[in-house]
């Protein structure tokens, strides 16, 4: 099957994405796929990595973020009307996705932050 696109992650890992559906996880010193991403209807276009996820952009007209260590899928987007082509990010926050459709879309994602407490002796 075709592969359309990598994504280097250091330390030795590289993914790969592409025409049979999933995103695998490689080591590249062992020669071997460590993991494998499942949960596109489509193939895989594009990834990127945003705030400690790995983002995939698909022909299935979606975009899914990856929790990188267990493969799952903890968050899907439904983003187009037609496939997701390009991803972009920024500050760890904002997240751009382009289409086949000829739109470009702004996400913005923001983590809770632990509620603060009060300090002093009250």
């Known amino acids: ?6 994504l280097e992650l250091g330390n030795n890992d590289l993914l790969s ?10 080591d590249l010193e ?26 995939t952009g698909s022909e299935d007209n979606t975009v899914k973020l990856w929790d990188l260590d267990t493969g799952e899928s903890v968050r899907t987007l439904l983003a187009h009307s037609n496939a997701i082509w390009g991803l972009s990010t920024a ?3 904002i997240l751009v996705t382009g289409s086949w459709d000829k ?10 932050q632990p509620p603060k407490l009060p300090i002093g002796n009250k």
């Open 91 to 93: 500050r760890d926050e």
């Open 30 to 55: 062992a020669k071997t796929c460590t993991c494998t991403f499942e949960g596109h209807a489509g193939p895989i276009w594009c990834m990127t990595i945003l705030d400690g996820l790995l983002v």
């Open 103 to 112: 739109t470009l879309k702004i996400w913005t994602f923001v983590r809770p």
């Open 1 to 6: 099957m075709p592969i359309w696109c990598l």
């Open 17 to 26: 994405g592409g025409a049979d559906y999933v995103v695998k996880r490689w």
